[in-house]
């Protein structure tokens, strides 16, 4: 492609782009596709002649667009939103055009100094302490996952990465019940073990009981484990509900543990100053993460981890042979010894794009329509006579379900299960689901760019529809 077809393609693209993003809620939410129905209609081999843009974008449009979910869909309802925005995807554009490979700071060093100052606007913004320091990561899985090798690293100094295991220390990590399967996976990876992740229970909010993790520290201690790291959460996956962060912290400092936040999802109502008090007594904690891209209008992907001391990150993960040192080391930051990646995409620029185009009241303020809004669903709910909210709705999601006395756990959550799957089929609005005591709830999370009240109402139509035409 010559730089002449290149504008002339980019120029379409753009058209198509923003005509996309104006008709997005015309297409189904979810596709309606059989397993391989995708696959089979893609040829087996790789084209050995190159083939026009007209081809591969007839393509696109025949084959791969109906076989899309439309995350961005104002209706889409399910897991936890992956939003974006038009400030976001132009950066994204830029990102890619300038295809910078930003491991050091002298790979970039605008990228590396912009990545510094945009982790302190939002750690600032987000009522952080203001010692600590942040790092962008791919995604929140991969920032755990480098809390908890710090974690291991700090606490066997740094002998692990030196000699692997050895020696009996059997290291245990604490999280609640309810914890994401993105920990069990970093356990896993870590070598710590599955077995060695201790949920500790709830309590009736689905928050985590601060008096059985010091019962299960000490119960741990007893009987010879290494109690490691505490990972709490702001925000359930279930249902957003909030670990007593002030509490935790105070029981890994008692005990010496680390203690990592994940507010994965809800972490973006920190920019609300009336949230702030949720992360009371986080300076007391060890490191923070969120992902701008569920909730920030910043485009897949981009996660921030926060570190009070970022030192002990790097002591894990630098390496620094003799092709990749430079004369500056001392003096600036080399966020490639920052996590796991040496490779790193230039995602800072899409953050300042999205904070400088809205500003933090503007984002402020998209983020209390959205919580409005959810306030408003759960009242529609709690008004209709047979569908019960299961959690309480700390921020936006709602955990619901269609109740009847008479009917058993089973039979409830058979019927639920076929409400929200009617639902979906229709491709009108995406709904996803968890269990809450064994309970099938479906859960509203209410965080798109575009979302409006009309398309709540528009759902909650269609949610009763559905509900009279099971039953
Ligand atoms: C979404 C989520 C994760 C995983 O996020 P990724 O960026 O997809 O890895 C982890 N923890 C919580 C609480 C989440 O909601």
């Not at 995708?38 to 084959?63: C, R, V």
């Not at 050895?166 to 990590?173: L, Q, S």
């Not at 230039?346 to 794009?353: M, Q, Y």
Request: aromatic residues 12%.
């Amino acid at each position: 492609m010559d730089k002449q077809e290149f504008r002339k393609r980019a120029h379409q693209l753009v058209d198509w782009m923003a005509d996309y993003l104006e008709q997005k809620e015309k297409y189904p939410v979810t596709p309606n596709t059989e397993p391989k129905t995708i696959y089979n209609q893609l040829p087996k081999n790789a084209p050995e002649k190159g083939e026009s843009f007209d081809q591969i974008f007839e393509d696109f449009e025949k084959i791969i667009l109906p076989g899309m979910t439309h995350w961005q869909h104002p209706a889409f309802f399910g897991y936890f939103p992956a939003n974006n925005s038009e400030p976001s995807i132009l950066a994204e554009m830029l990102m890619s055009t300038l295809g910078a490979q930003c491991m050091s700071w002298l790979t970039s060093p605008a990228a590396t100094e912009l990545e510094e100052r945009v982790c302190d606007w939002l750690r600032d913004a987000k009522g952080i302490d203001s010692s600590w320091k942040g790092v962008i990561h791919d995604t929140a899985s991969t920032a755990t996952l480098s809390a908890i090798l710090t974690a291991r690293e700090k606490a066997s100094h740094y002998q692990i990465n030196e000699k692997g295991f050895v020696g009996d220390k059997v290291f245990r990590v604490y999280s609640s019940s309810h914890v994401h399967s993105s920990i069990d996976k970093a356990i896993k990876i870590a070598g710590l073990g599955v077995q060695n992740l201790v949920r500790i229970p709830v309590n009736q909010e689905f928050a985590m009981i601060p008096e059985e993790l010091e019962k299960a520290i000490e119960e741990d201690l007893k009987n010879g484990f290494y109690p490691l790291c505490v990972v709490s959460a702001l925000g359930t996956t279930s249902s957003t509900a909030v670990d007593p962060i002030n509490k935790i912290s105070e029981i890994t400092q008692k005990h010496g543990l680390w203690h990592h936040i994940d507010a994965a999802f809800a972490g973006t109502a920190l920019i609300l100053p009336e949230y702030q008090y949720l992360m009371q007594g986080h300076e007391k904690a060890d490191s923070y993460v969120f992902n701008p891209h569920k909730w920030m209008f910043t485009n897949f992907d981009c996660t921030v981890l926060f570190l009070k001391e970022p030192q002990y990150l790097i002591n894990t993960f630098s390496l620094t042979p003799e092709y990749l040192k430079t004369q500056l080391d001392n003096e600036v930051n080399n966020y490639r010894d920052w996590g796991i990646q040496l490779g790193r995409r230039f995602r800072a620029l899409k953050l300042w794009f999205v904070l400088r185009t809205y500003g933090l009241e503007g984002i402020r303020e998209k983020l209390r329509n959205h919580l409005k809004l959810a306030k408003t669903v759960e009242e529609w709910i709690s008004k209709h006579g047979s569908v019960e909210i299961l959690a309480p709705v700390n921020f936006n999601t709602i955990c619901f379900r269609y109740t009847q006395a008479d009917l058993s756990v089973e039979k409830l959550n058979a019927i639920n299960e076929k409400w929200m799957n009617e639902v979906n089929a229709s491709g009108m609005a995406f709904f996803s689901h968890t269990k809450l005591e064994s309970k099938f709830v479906i859960r509203w999370v209410i965080g798109q760019t575009d979302v409006e009240q009309k398309h709540l109402e528009s759902a909650w139509v269609l949610l009763k529809e559905k509900l009279q035409s099971i039953l």
